[in-house]
């Protein structure tokens, strides 16, 4: 009797845990969200937008799977971006490689290549390259390729900064004509132009010309200290960008000599001037001064539309694989958003990769950023969140069939209709239509005559198919 008692209070401490469990709310990780019909929809908008162009200007789309080898990405971002590179557990018994005395000692650098061999790419562009090299014998080159895919990054979730994020990819290779360059530009401007995003400043510098800065004031050995720390500029002012530098070990007398880059002002021209003043020792910092001025002559000859391109000297891109020309795409003013796209060239990525001399530059939209800030000024066109545009209401088996038939042929021009599918109250049929945005109804059908209502402005007509198809086909 005490054993089944005890057998009895086992059950209810298992019940109440199941309970317990389903009673707690499910949720998602930091830093990822679920997408509702009209944020898809809007997404889609955006994508539509940016994919059309790419077309337009001969891109490609390619595709590669969400994750990689370990080796493929890890030390091609620097060590911040390793560092952000969520990784992969083997599968089965991870721990199988790991001794137990590796286990005491705890070096996660030396672990994680025993349990993790795969890991979430970072970005389209490593990836990109892996792809070029693998399939270097099926290429045509130059290749033109654009990609629109998910990546992660195991950053601290803020506003436009998520774990996981669209990518929205276009690059070359296979060729260093600048002339890509000045077409990249003009890609920016095409697309932010057809999105109403007016007054974008497409920020423009070289990888180069940081070189010969660092050159010139004698850190040429810390270069990639001085140029992480000077990506941050707008994140961690001026004062920041000094202190880290500083802490890097880049001189009080190199931070002297630096100084003018922190109050760069003029124009375009005016600032190149005063490189070509600053850089005239170093023969990798005029090269990189002569390319800009080339892309820069072409874009202002060839006019953009909407756009703003603008020289930034303290724009660095701390990504290790750029090596000439760099972008950033800047929110109009007025927008709580930063960079919402960028890119560079990059002459060896591939090289990593054992493809030597395939130089490539490319180009990112950054979606999420973009969406918000269509959201925040209103851009988004209504007919974004349109989806179906008619519902024939259900009075019952007598007229499903030919409310069935009518929505068949309704399809086949392209209207996007649809039939409620209960016999339910017609009260409750009309509030799912309002609830759903769906601005046209059908209440009846009798001698080839639909008896339809315009839910906006409760207008209600008696019209035959053709009337039918016309006014909810143009959208009245």
């Known amino acids: ?71 493929t990405l890890m030390g091609k971002y620097g060590e911040e971006g390793d560092r952000l590179i969520f990784k992969i557990l083997n599968s089965g018994d991870y721990l199988d490689k790991v001794s137990s005395a590796e286990l005491q ?55 436009g900064r998520f774990r996981e994020f669209y990518q929205c990819d276009a690059d070359v290779v296979g060729s260093t004509s600048l002339w890509q360059e000045v077409e990249l530009v003009q890609m920016y401007d095409s697309v932010f132009t057809e999105l109403g995003l007016n007054g974008v400043t497409i920020k423009i510098n070289n990888r180069k010309i940081l070189s010969g800065i660092a050159e010139v004031i004698g ?11 000077l990506d941050k500029l707008d994140k961690i002012g001026e004062d920041g960008v000094k202190k880290e530098m500083l802490e890097k ?83 109009p003013k007025g927008v709580s958003m930063g960079s919402i796209g960028g890119g560079g060239r990059y002459d060896d990525l591939t090289g990593i990769f054992g493809l030597k001399n395939m130089s490539g530059v490319g180009i990112s939209f950054g979606l999420d950023r973009i969406y918000l800030v269509l959201e925040e000024l209103n851009l988004f066109p209504e007919t974004v969140t349109t989806s179906t545009r008619v519902m024939f209401l259900n009075f019952g088996e007598n007229q499903a069939f030919e409310a069935m038939q ?15 599918p209960d016999a339910a109250k017609i009260d409750k049929q009309f509030k799912h239509a309002e609830k759903r945005n769906i601005p046209f109804v059908v209440k009846e059908i009798a001698d080839e005559m639909f008896t339809m209502k315009n839910i906006v402005s409760g207008e209600q007509s008696q019209v035959g198919f053709e009337e039918l198809v016309s006014r909810i086909g143009v959208g009245n």
């Open 1 to 71: 009797m005490i054993f089944a008692k005890s057998i009895d209070n086992s059950q209810l401490i298992i019940d109440n845990l199941q309970l317990n469990k389903m009673a707690s709310k499910p949720s998602i990780p930091k830093g990822t969200r679920d997408f509702s019909p009209v944020e898809v929809s809007k997404r889609n908008y955006i994508i539509s937008i940016m994919r059309n162009h790419f077309e337009i200007y001969g891109y490609q789309p390619i595709e590669t799977p969400s994750f990689e080898n370990s080796d």
């Open 105 to 159: 000692n705890i070096n996660y650098k030396q672990l994680t290549g025993k349990i993790s061999e795969k890991a979430l790419r970072y970005d389209l562009t490593v990836p990109f390259a892996r792809y070029v090299v693998q399939h270097q014998n099926e290429i045509e080159f130059p290749f033109k390729r654009y990609q629109i895919q998910p990546v992660w990054r195991a950053d601290r979730p803020q506003k």
């Open 219 to 229: 850190a040429s050995d810390k270069l990639i200290y001085f140029t992480v720390a």
């Open 249 to 331: 070990g880049i001189s009080e007398v190199a931070l002297l000599k630096v100084q003018p880059l922190f109050d760069f002002t003029g124009s375009i021209q005016e600032k190149i001037e005063k490189l070509t003043e600053l850089l005239s020792s170093s023969e990798e910092g005029m090269s990189g001064i002569e390319e800009l001025q080339f892309i820069c002559d072409n874009v202002t000859k060839l006019g953009l539309k909407k756009a703003i391109l603008d020289l930034d000297v303290t724009l660095a891109r701390g990504l290790n694989y750029y090596t000439g020309a760099i972008f950033e795409v800047i929110a």
């Open 406 to 420: 009518t929505i068949q042929k309704m399809r086949a021009l392209n209207i996007k209709a649809e039939f409620y």
